[in-house]
């Protein structure tokens, strides 16, 4: 690599970097000039004008929580009704942007012209009922029925504060279909009655359950029926369509359940959070895929046109889970981004069509996974619930479910740090792999005793076009003297799948979410010694003293083995160290557990290196290169071959 094309490099490094803060800059300061127009509308209580500017600001920044909420705060107080669902304020913001979305805020006036059979529940008194164990706490609101929030009592957020999936009335979660004098419902936005008394309702023994009717006449109603088992993650979740004949439309063989919801940041590290944040489905009877992980586009959607098992909106340690007991006929899922919100990570939305039989009582059985990626936890549920967890594919994949996992849960067992685990795991690991390994050092060993004489044919083939002799010269001083260079190629190669496996197995690790060792208050995420006054692209705003030994060892490592042919060639040795480099840069932000594998396992290998050095007798591998150049060298039909090739280009071979 010549400096032209380091130089190459680096500027259009600089143009991309230049042009993604000026492109951000540019549409946050479009953005705040229309929310200081609304907010000023706003406070001299001018709420139409100030509703339209909010929905506009929605034009640079979709998704953008505190508008959406500014918007709906509007809407209830302009009589609208209750206020608009999330959903609907950002359709009328693409609207407004431009794009094929033109629907516009739903007015929820309480009157049976607008929701026929289901007029008068319409309007109601908002009111909440808890249903927990000793695991998670929901909220359910007599609004829509839905979950309004779930809390997961075993964990924190990374700032110690109570772990709550989602909240509030962003999340929408409900049926939408058609009367049958064609009026379009949402229960969403409906009231439901609670059957029963009870406000809170605690499982400790036996199964506890709470039920919600929305009423469309006398004995007439759906009912959701949550029901939560002890120790559980999770809830049972049974539909029940009463004599809903002449209410829902007569020609509907399907209904939609619409699912929409804002994935707070739970952890400290935003960026490897994001990362794992992704959408996952099961089809019926068949794989589990998702919306790809680090996504790249604002908006990402996938069309289920197949039956479906379950639909899955994922955090990198934690999911909620929609799965259907029987099937769910097809669907549609949408991942977009919140870049402008701290608070938030994506917004996900899915709608899946529910099997319906309009002319009798219809059952759906569903269930609500509120809780960890944690595989053994999610291996009991079924339904190949634990491929929520991405392992990696294929090899990788198996050495993690069926060798890293198992190992790793078993010295969890007697040994309560993870630091230390981890140590004893690369330990483990680095003991299993030596015997292959131990070729590969021996061969680097033997190749360090020859350099004085490699450099001396470097020095006899100065010009770059006698590459050809020098190189055949080399490759006969190695044969002479018993060294396969390549030799330790296949062993180093067997060694990356497991290199791959823990870059996948400790970022999504929840084992060792906020577990501290040394330094790192919590090996899940990065390991901070210092804080940086601004951002350095890629790099972050931070520096992690695990990534800088990771690097550090990485160079010792390589300089020990710098001595392999071709290695000393200037734009390898460049290439060779800059490697690492370019590693830090990009693992600053990752799991500090992974940096500090990393460096354990450098460490090892430089031991390995300098233990299996010792095993070298440089006298007798000199010795037996001179009794070998004494006989004639039998060549390969390989050698046989590159030898003629030159011929033919006019390059003899250098004599023996």
């Given at each position: 690599m010549d400096r032209n094309t380091i130089t190459g490099l680096i500027l259009?490094?600089?143009?991309?970097?230049?042009?993604?803060?000026?492109?951000?800059?540019?549409?946050?300061?479009?953005?705040?000039?229309?929310?200081?127009?609304?907010?000023?509308?706003?406070?001299?209580?001018?709420?139409?004008?100030?509703?339209?500017?909010?929905?506009?600001?929605?034009?640079?920044?979709?998704?953008?929580?505190?508008?959406?909420?500014?918007?709906?705060?509007?809407?209830?107080?302009?009589?609208?009704?209750?206020?608009?669902?999330?959903?609907?304020?950002?359709?009328?913001?693409?609207?407004?942007?431009?794009?094929?979305?033109?629907?516009?805020?739903?007015?929820?006036?309480?009157?049976?012209?607008?929701?026929?059979?289901?007029?008068?529940?319409?309007?109601?008194?908002?009111?909440?009922?808890?249903?927990?164990?000793?695991?998670?706490?929901?909220?359910?609101?007599?609004?829509?029925?839905?979950?309004?929030?779930?809390?997961?009592?075993?964990?924190?957020?990374?700032?110690?504060?109570?772990?709550?999936?989602?909240?509030?009335?962003?999340?929408?979660?409900?049926?939408?279909?058609?009367?049958?004098?064609?009026?379009?419902?949402?229960?969403?936005?409906?009231?439901?009655?609670?059957?029963?008394?009870?406000?809170?309702?605690?499982?400790?023994?036996?199964?506890?359950?709470?039920?919600?009717?929305?009423?469309?006449?006398?004995?007439?109603?759906?009912?959701?029926?949550?029901?939560?088992?002890?120790?559980?993650?999770?809830v049972d979740f049974d539909v029940a369509f009463k004599s809903m004949e002449g209410i829902i439309a007569p020609n509907l063989s399907s209904i939609t359940l619409d699912w929409r919801m804002y994935l707070p940041q739970q952890e400290k590290g935003r960026q490897n959070e994001e990362y794992y944040t992704t959408i996952k489905y099961k089809f019926f009877q068949?794989?589990?895929?998702?919306?790809?992980?680090?996504?790249?586009?604002?908006?990402?959607?996938?069309?289920?046109?197949?039956?479906?098992?379950?639909?899955?909106?994922?955090?990198?340690?934690?999911?909620?889970?929609?799965?259907?007991?029987?099937?769910?006929?097809?669907?549609?899922?949408?991942?977009?981004?919140?870049?402008?919100?701290?608070?938030?990570?994506?917004?996900?939305?899915?709608?899946?069509?529910?099997?319906?039989?309009?002319?009798?009582?219809?059952?759906?059985?569903?269930?609500?996974?509120?809780?960890?990626?944690?595989?053994?936890?999610?291996?009991?549920?079924?339904?190949?619930?634990?491929?929520?967890?991405?392992?990696?594919?294929?090899?990788?994949?198996?050495?993690?479910?069926?060798?890293?996992?198992?190992?790793?849960?078993?010295?969890?067992?007697?040994?309560?740090?993870?630091?230390?685990?981890?140590?004893?795991?690369?330990?483990?690991?680095?003991?299993?792999?030596?015997?292959?390994?131990?070729?590969?050092?021996?061969?680097t060993a033997k190749m360090q005793v020859l350099k004085p004489l490699v450099d001396e044919i470097g020095k006899k083939f100065p010009k770059q076009e006698d590459a050809m002799k020098k190189q055949q010269a080399t490759m006969d001083l190695y044969k002479r003297a018993g060294i396969n260079p390549m030799g330790g190629c296949l062993p180093m190669l067997l060694q990356m799948p497991i290199l791959f496996a823990m870059f996948r197995f400790f970022p999504v690790s929840i084992e060792l979410r906020q577990e501290a060792f040394l330094w790192a208050t919590d090996l899940s995420t990065y390991d901070s010694i210092l804080n940086l006054p601004f951002k350095i692209p890629i790099y972050g705003d931070h520096v992690s003293l695990f990534t800088l030994l990771m690097t550090a060892s990485t160079l010792l490592t390589m300089k020990m083995t710098s001595s392999s042919p071709g290695q000393d060639q200037p734009g390898m040795k460049m290439m060779m160290y800059m490697m690492p480099v370019m590693f830090m840069f990009m693992l600053n932000n990752f799991s500090a557990g992974l940096t500090y594998y990393y460096f354990l396992a450098n460490v090892l290998t430089y031991l390995q290196n300098i233990i299996s050095k010792r095993f070298i007798d440089e006298k007798k591998v000199l010795a037996t290169l001179e009794e070998n150049r004494k006989k004639p060298l039998k060549k390969s039909k390989w050698q046989q071959r590159l030898e003629e090739a030159a011929k033919q280009r006019g390059i003899q071979p250098p004599r023996n």
């Amino acid at each position: 690599m010549d400096r032209n094309t380091i130089t190459g490099l680096i500027l259009i490094f600089a143009v991309f970097i230049g042009f993604s803060i000026y492109n951000g800059s540019r549409m946050n300061k479009s953005y705040n000039s229309v929310i200081e127009v609304a907010d000023s509308l706003y406070n001299a209580g001018d709420l139409e004008n100030a509703r339209a500017e909010y929905i506009n600001a929605l034009r640079f920044k979709p998704n953008q929580p505190e508008a959406i909420a500014r918007v709906n705060e509007i809407n209830s107080a302009l009589g609208f009704g209750p206020a608009a669902s999330s959903n609907d304020t950002v359709n009328a913001a693409q609207g407004a942007a431009g794009s094929q979305v033109t629907q516009v805020p739903v007015q929820a006036v309480a009157d049976s012209g607008r929701f026929g059979a289901f007029g008068a529940s319409a309007s109601g008194k908002d009111e909440f009922i808890t249903l927990e164990n000793n695991k998670i706490k929901l909220k359910i609101s007599t609004r829509g029925g839905r979950v309004f929030s779930a809390e997961v009592k075993d964990y924190t957020t990374h700032d110690s504060l109570p772990l709550i999936l989602f909240s509030g009335d962003s999340t929408v979660f409900g049926f939408n279909f058609y009367t049958a004098d064609n009026k379009a419902i949402q229960t969403n936005d409906l009231y439901f009655t609670p059957v029963g008394g009870e406000t809170h309702v605690t499982v400790t023994d036996a199964a506890g359950s709470v039920a919600l009717r929305l009423l469309a006449g006398k004995d007439k109603y759906i009912e959701f029926k949550y029901t939560l088992e002890p120790d559980r993650y999770m809830v049972d979740f049974d539909v029940a369509f009463k004599s809903m004949e002449g209410i829902i439309a007569p020609n509907l063989s399907s209904i939609t359940l619409d699912w929409r919801m804002y994935l707070p940041q739970q952890e400290k590290g935003r960026q490897n959070e994001e990362y794992y944040t992704t959408i996952k489905y099961k089809f019926f009877q068949d794989d589990v895929e998702s919306i790809r992980l680090r996504q790249s586009k604002d908006v990402e959607k996938a069309d289920l046109p197949t039956k479906l098992s379950w639909v899955a909106f994922q955090d990198q340690f934690f999911s909620s889970v929609l799965v259907s007991k029987d099937h769910f006929l097809n669907g549609t899922v949408v991942s977009t981004k919140t870049p402008a919100s701290e608070k938030y990570i994506r917004y996900y939305t899915a709608e899946v069509g529910v099997p319906f039989n309009p002319g009798t009582d219809n059952n759906v059985g569903m269930k609500l996974y509120y809780g960890p990626n944690h595989i053994s936890t999610l291996k009991k549920e079924g339904l190949e619930l634990d491929k929520l967890i991405f392992l990696g594919r294929n090899i990788i994949g198996w050495i993690n479910r069926f060798v890293i996992i198992p190992v790793f849960n078993w010295l969890e067992k007697y040994i309560g740090s993870y630091g230390l685990i981890i140590l004893i795991l690369t330990i483990l690991i680095k003991i299993i792999l030596f015997p292959l390994t131990f070729k590969s050092y021996q061969s680097t060993a033997k190749m360090q005793v020859l350099k004085p004489l490699v450099d001396e044919i470097g020095k006899k083939f100065p010009k770059q076009e006698d590459a050809m002799k020098k190189q055949q010269a080399t490759m006969d001083l190695y044969k002479r003297a018993g060294i396969n260079p390549m030799g330790g190629c296949l062993p180093m190669l067997l060694q990356m799948p497991i290199l791959f496996a823990m870059f996948r197995f400790f970022p999504v690790s929840i084992e060792l979410r906020q577990e501290a060792f040394l330094w790192a208050t919590d090996l899940s995420t990065y390991d901070s010694i210092l804080n940086l006054p601004f951002k350095i692209p890629i790099y972050g705003d931070h520096v992690s003293l695990f990534t800088l030994l990771m690097t550090a060892s990485t160079l010792l490592t390589m300089k020990m083995t710098s001595s392999s042919p071709g290695q000393d060639q200037p734009g390898m040795k460049m290439m060779m160290y800059m490697m690492p480099v370019m590693f830090m840069f990009m693992l600053n932000n990752f799991s500090a557990g992974l940096t500090y594998y990393y460096f354990l396992a450098n460490v090892l290998t430089y031991l390995q290196n300098i233990i299996s050095k010792r095993f070298i007798d440089e006298k007798k591998v000199l010795a037996t290169l001179e009794e070998n150049r004494k006989k004639p060298l039998k060549k390969s039909k390989w050698q046989q071959r590159l030898e003629e090739a030159a011929k033919q280009r006019g390059i003899q071979p250098p004599r023996n």
